[in-house]
């Protein structure tokens, strides 16, 4: 027989039981999440540290122009092609995610192909170190845009290990070809041999998913998907936008060399850059996930989230002080000891970026572009302006002084967004988005 109290608690123990498992499910998730970012980070660093080391400053410093020029581009795929997917496709039917994936991946295909032409042009033209660096960037844009955009795909399925498999596959693929760009010690040598190893991977993708990116495609899914794309783009290009303006005005003001420094100190932060990217490629669909099954739990998430992240960022900051110079010569060779004056900024500017990660994420699952959008302008020129005003007044290290600053109070502005957005929200559960 059944008594009263076993018919009570059989309910509360299923009820813990399913906490507990969902619990596990996003730790899961998440630990996918970083294990990911890891791999794509490690092909990141080792090319920045071969250039480093082995073509000097001044080589760095035009490497440095390239990839914050990447940085832009890759900003223009996310926001027209990866981050609506990831707000609207996030733990919907196996049916609708496959066709958006289709559409999302044969747009970031576009924009490789469309600007990597323009690049290529521009690098011909401008001839030179600069122009042949530019040059090399147009090549290999599609196959990097590519592969970026099967890793968002794969969250917004939940399926982060096929993620993390793909950027494994790209750097086993990057081994030899660095062999070969070594020997030929050129900056377009490394810049192919790390996206000859991108297309690798991105044709993995393809046979992971079961999925061709389509092409054609491209224009039905930028229309279906205009009231959030095009504020994405704006928003994700002011702020890559402002990294490149801050590189240029630095390299005017100081020199180009003053450029591969702050590319330096941000190689120092490498390993916890991995781990805050690799937390961003997840959040966002998470807070998705949180926002359909408990609302109310959004605000909690974000801010434990952004909490863990500048606290991480402050420990990793630290040990880098304590690190030996023999160490960072090892590392950077003749780059660390002007990297090296840059530790304490640029992990305050981390650190201050981490604070706002939870907003973001949590204004990116609410769908709020507008606000965000006017949160990301704001950050942006914060950016710009702390970075080059600082430069005029203090150099290098004023500049990383100054983006510290614009990178804490852009948080705040975040956090202030994200309380207007979920108070004027009724924080109900939010239907599956499905597909035509």
């Not at 559409?103 to 576009?110: D, E, Q, S, V, Y």
């Not at 974000?302 to 909490?307: E, Q, R, T, V």
Request: hydrophobic letters at 55%; one cysteine or more.
């Amino acid at each position: 027989m059944t008594t009263e109290s076993e018919t009570v608690t059989a309910p509360v123990a299923r009820g813990r039981h399913a906490r507990q498992s969902a619990r596990r499910a996003v730790a899961g998730r998440l630990s996918w999440g970083l294990a990911d970012q890891a791999a794509c980070s490690l092909s990141n660093f080792a090319v920045g540290i071969y250039v480093a080391r082995e073509l000097g400053l001044t080589a760095f410093g035009v490497f440095s122009l390239a990839w914050a020029t990447y940085g832009v581009v890759l900003n223009v795929s996310r926001g027209l092609a990866t981050d609506p997917l990831v707000v609207r496709f996030s733990g919907v039917s196996v049916e609708s995610w496959r066709g958006a994936v289709a559409r999302a991946t044969g747009t970031a295909l576009g924009v490789g192909l469309a600007i990597g032409a323009l690049s290529l042009a521009a690098g011909l033209v401008v001839g030179g170190r600069v122009g042949s660096a530019y040059a090399g960037l147009g090549i290999i844009l599609p196959a990097l845009l590519l592969q970026d955009a099967w890793r968002f795909s794969f969250f917004a399925a939940g399926t982060g290990k096929k993620a993390f498999f793909n950027d494994l596959v790209w750097d086993i693929a990057l081994i030899p070809a660095m062999v070969v760009a070594a020997r030929v010690g050129s900056v377009p040598a490394f810049l192919l041999a790390w996206g000859a190893s991108a297309g690798v991977a991105a044709g993995f993708g393809c046979l992971q998913s079961g999925i061709r990116p389509r092409l054609t495609g491209a224009r039905e899914w930028l229309r279906e998907q205009r009231d959030l794309g095009y504020r994405y783009l704006v928003e994700n290009v002011s702020l890559s936008g402002a990294y490149q303006l801050r590189a240029w005005g630095l390299g005017a003001i100081v020199g180009v060399s003053s450029v591969g420094v702050v590319r330096g100190a941000e190689l120092l932060l490498g390993p916890f850059y991995a781990v805050l990217t690799g937390l961003a490629l997840v959040t966002v669909a998470e807070a998705g996930r949180v926002l359909r099954r408990a609302p109310h739990r959004l605000a909690s998430f974000c801010f434990l989230l952004s909490i863990g992240q500048a606290v991480a960022a402050l420990l990793w900051g630290g040990a880098l002080l304590l690190l030996p110079d023999r160490v960072g010569v090892l590392v950077l060779g003749t780059v660390w000891h002007s990297a090296s004056a840059l530790i304490v900024p640029a992990t305050l500017s981390v650190a201050g970026a981490s604070l706002g990660i939870g907003a973001t994420a949590g204004l990116r699952a609410l769908g709020a572009a507008r606000l965000s959008l006017r949160c990301q302008l704001f950050a942006s020129a914060c950016y710009a302006v702390g970075g080059i005003g600082g430069a005029v007044v203090g150099g290098t290290v004023g500049s990383a002084w100054g983006v510290a600053a614009a990178t804490i109070s852009s948080s705040a502005v975040w956090w202030l967004q994200l309380r207007s957005a979920l108070r004027g929200r009724d924080l109900q559960p939010i239907p599956e988005v499905r597909t035509p």
